[in-house]
C-alpha cells in the first residue's frame, strides 16, 4: 500500500478501538508514548512506516488507565493467531492485519532489531506494557502483538 497516515484502529476480537495520535522520540531517544489519561488514545510511532506500507509499522498503547481501569490495549495477550487488526488511513482504505504472535519482553533487553527492523512484507507492531512490579509500581516488561498485512 502507499504511504498514507493512519487514523483509526479497531481490534474487533478484543472489542478495542482508537483514534491513533502521531508521536516520535523523546529527547533522550526513546519513543514518546501516548497520554496515559485515561488510557487511550492509542499512537502510532512516526518513525516507523505507516501500516499498510513495507516494513514494521509501530502502534503503541497503554495496557492500563491512570483511574485503575484497563487501558486501549488492555486485551492483547487474549489476541491469538488469525485474529484480526484493522488499521483505517487517512486515505480512506483499511489496512486488515492477521495477528501472528504475541511475545513479552523484559524492558532491560528489549529486542529492538526484532521488533523495529526492517521487514521483507507489510506488517504491524502493537506494543504495550506488561510485567507489573507491584513492590515499586512500575512495568518491567513490554508485551508485543507481531501481525501480517493481509488486505
Known amino acids: 500500500m502507499a504511504e498514507s497516515q493512519p487514523i483509526s484502529l479497531r481490534i474487533p476480537s478484543i472489542g478495542a478501538q482508537s483514534e491513533l495520535l502521531s508521536l516520535g522520540l523523546q529527547d533522550n531517544g526513546s519513543l514518546e508514548v501516548p497520554p496515559g489519561d485515561p488510557g487511550a488514545p492509542a499512537a502510532w510511532y512516526s518513525g516507523s512506516p505507516t501500516p499498510g506500507e513495507r516494513g514494521p509499522a509501530v502502534l503503541l498503547g497503554h495496557v492500563n488507565a491512570t483511574d485503575g481501569g484497563p487501558g486501549v490495549f488492555a486485551g492483547l495477550r487474549e489476541l491469538k493467531a488469525g485474529d484480526t487488526i484493522e488499521v483505517t488511513r487517512e486515505d480512506g482504505t483499511t489496512a486488515v492485519f492477521t ?4 511475545e ?3 524492558k532491560d533487553a528489549f529486542p529492538t532489531q526484532k521488533v523495529y527492523g526492517n ?10 506494557c506488561d510485567g507489573y512490579d507491584p513492590a515499586t509500581g512500575e512495568f518491567d516488561d513490554n508485551y508485543v502483538i507481531y501481525a501480517q498485512l493481509v488486505i
Open 119 to 128: 521487514t521483507e512484507g507489510s506488517e504491524l507492531r502493537l506494543i504495550t
Open 99 to 102: 495477528v501472528e504472535r504475541g
Open 104 to 106: 513479552q519482553y523484559s
